[in-house]
């Protein structure tokens, strides 16, 4: 038995913290290895998950109440990675119990281990096969489909957060712009129009166009990641929200008096009204080497009118899929209860968010969270915490790190980085390194490979 263990056995009292001992003592749980990634959140470290002999990226987020706006989106992110499972979206498997419910600044959040993401895989890799750009637009789709049928828009989706293994396995992450809908309110309307990086923003984005928004804006990121996926370069590159507009409408071609005529913003509305009349340019010219029905899809995805895009569904219906799409791997969501987002709806206190973190919290600690429902909970009690263990640990990995910037251990091939908030791109390995990054050829056992 190891000391500390021995340390925590003496300060048991009574049958009822025996239980709780037993079912929390996280110190011992992970065994941390390295540091593999740090940004303005905090820092991720990869360990093993000495119970199931997993590894796991554990994310220390610090100081999360300073700013209450930056403690709702991560009490927005946690809570919809518990609420939307499935195989294409990243995982929490676990968050550390605080040491206290009322005095907590920072949270260690445990999620799958992941190697690299696809912003990584397309600098790495400028020979991708045909099955790749199949497999990787079918698994962002099937993702949508059950993220829009819970009601949620994502709102940032990009290559960075969409994390990537290296049998081909694609998982969306970072769910802190996104929102829940819900029918019976205006929510939509009062939404900040300023959401996702310009690159990968839908048309009525880039400038207030239309007064309620929907799932499409999601639909066209996912156009737009698909053709860098299929080039190896952003698609509209915009240094503003002119020269957006302009990248896009030379593709696109002009967008018609009807969709003109719906835009609310007046100085967008006056700027394509007084535009030149632009053709739209032929796809297939475009994107010459392109299989011809990814092409058909992806100019569906990339409609400037969002209710001419398709639903997510509905792409995934399209030709391209024929041998791979498969209905009943491809399950919609309940929606989302409005109980579970009624902070969105009102005015919350930094100690509200506290309260409502720490209840996400005990989630993943069962027999707690009966207590806490129950009303038995001991609140002043110091719960057997591997916090400070962890703090421990993570400061003097981050002092033999180095201090600033990425810190990423030379010998290391692939980074996980599940965010909150903007992270540090990880260096690009040399080229000879690009096979680690993708695999060689595509899981032959498709349905399987999909259900993980």
């Known amino acids: 038995m190891q000391p500390d263990q021995h340390q925590q056995q003496q300060r048991r009292k009574g049958s009822s913290e025996m239980d709780f001992f037993s079912e ?35 994310k220390k987020i610090h100081n999360i109440f300073e700013h209450l706006s930056d403690a709702a989106r991560i009490l927005r992110e946690i809570k919809l990675l518990r609420l939307l499972r499935h195989p294409d ?54 993702a949508l489909k059950y ?3 819970a009601n949620v828009y994502h709102r940032d989706l990009k290559p960075k957060n969409i994390l990537a293994n290296a049998n081909c396995k694609l998982k969306i992450c970072d769910f802190g712009l996104a929102r829940v ?60 929200v002119v020269h957006q507009l302009d990248l896009m409408t030379d593709l696109l071609g002009t967008p018609s008096l009807d969709t003109v005529s719906r835009i609310r913003n007046e100085k967008a509305r006056r700027y394509l009204s007084s535009m030149r009349k632009k053709q739209p340019v032929c796809f297939s010219e475009r994107f010459p080497k392109a299989d011809p029905a990814a092409l058909k899809l992806m100019q569906r995805l990339l409609a ?18 024929k041998g791979l799409g498969k209905v009943e791997r491809e399950p919609s969501c309940q929606p989302i209860s409005k ?45 057997p915490s591997a916090v400070d263990n962890f ?40 080229k000879d390194q690009k096979s680690s990054q993708v695999p060689q050829r595509i899981p032959t056992d498709q349905e399987e490979w999909l259900a993980r």
Request: charged letters at 25%.
């Open 24 to 58: 929390y003592g996280d110190a011992n749980r992970y065994k941390i290895q390295e540091v593999i990634g740090k940004g303005s959140y905090g820092v991720v470290c990869s360990a093993i998950d000495q119970h199931t002999g997993d590894k796991v990226a554990i």
């Open 89 to 142: 979206i990243v995982e929490i498997r676990h968050i550390m119990l605080p040491p206290s419910r009322r005095d907590f600044k920072d949270i260690y959040v445990v999620f799958e281990l992941m190697d690299t993401d696809l912003h990584q895989v397309i600098k790495a890799n400028d020979d991708l096969t045909k099955e790749h750009h199949q497999f990787f637009l079918y698994q962002m789709l099937r």
């Open 147 to 149: 993220i829009h049928t």
């Open 181 to 240: 809908a819900f029918n019976d309110t205006p929510t939509t309307v009062f939404w900040t129009d300023y959401v996702a990086t310009r690159w990968y923003r839908a048309p009525e984005l880039c400038g207030s166009f239309f007064t309620k928004y929907s799932p499409a804006i999601d639909i066209w990121s996912i156009g737009c990641i698909f053709a860098e996926i299929l080039t190896g370069k952003p698609l509209f590159p915009g240094k503003n």
């Open 304 to 321: 400037f009118d969002p209710k001419d895009r398709p639903t997510a569904e509905e792409a995934l219906a399209d030709p391209y899929f």
């Open 339 to 383: 109980f579970e987002f009624e902070f969105e709806r009102k005015k919350v206190t930094k100690e509200d968010v506290k309260e409502l973190i720490f209840r996400e919290i005990l989630e993943y600690h069962p027999q707690l969270l009966k207590d806490y429902m129950n009303g038995t909970e001991k609140t002043n009690f110091l719960y």
């Open 391 to 430: 703090r421990r640990q993570f400061a003097n990995l981050e002092e033999n790190g180095g201090k600033g910037g990425a810190i990423v251990p030379s010998d290391r091939k692939h980074v996980s980085l599940p965010r909150t908030t903007t992270v540090h791109s990880t260096p690009i390995p040399p």
